[in-house]
C-alpha cells in the first residue's frame, strides 16, 4: 500500500516563501510519477506541478512558472515543492499524489496541508 504525508503549510505574507514536503510510503513502482494539487474553496483542483522520476522531467502551471520547483530528495521517499513569491491567489489546500507512470490517473493522495498568503 501507498501512504503519502504533506507537511509545511502555514501563513505567509504576499512575496514570501514556503517549502511543502509529502513523505511518502509504498512501492517505488507505485509512486514513480508524482504531483502537487491545490484547491482553494470553491474553485475545481488544479495541477501545479508534477515529476516524473522514470525520465527525471517535471512540468508546471501557468500560474506558477518560474516562482515553484518540484523535486525529490535523493532517497527518493519525499516529494517537496518550493513556493517563492507566493501571492494571495495561491492561497488553497495542496495535496501530493502519486501513480504508477503507465496510468493517466493519480492513485494515491495525501490529506493536504493549507497555504495562506496574505
Known amino acids: 500500500d501507498v501512504q503519502l504525508v504533506e507537511s509545511g503549510g502555514g501563513s505567509v505574507q504576499s512575496g514570501g516563501s514556503l517549502r511543502l514536503s509529502c513523505q511518502f510510503y509504498g512501492s517505488k513502482y507505485a509512486t514513480a510519477c508524482m504531483a502537487w494539487f491545490r484547491q482553494a474553496p470553491g474553485k475545481e483542483r488544479e495541477g501545479v506541478a508534477a515529476?516524473?522520476?522514470?525520465?527525471?522531467?517535471?512540468s508546471y502551471a501557468d500560474s506558477v512558472k518560474g516562482r515553484f520547483t518540484v523535486f525529490r530528495n535523493h532517497a527518493g521517499n519525499t516529494l517537496y515543492l518550493q513556493m517563492s513569491t507566493l501571492q494571495p491567489e495561491d492561497t488553497a489546500m495542496y495535496y501530493c499524489a502519486a501513480r504508477r507512470c503507465g496510468n493517466p490517473q493519480y492513485e494515491y493522495w495525501g490529506q493536504g496541508t493549507q497555504v495562506t498568503v496574505s
Open positions: 515529476i516524473d522520476s522514470d525520465f527525471g522531467s517535471t
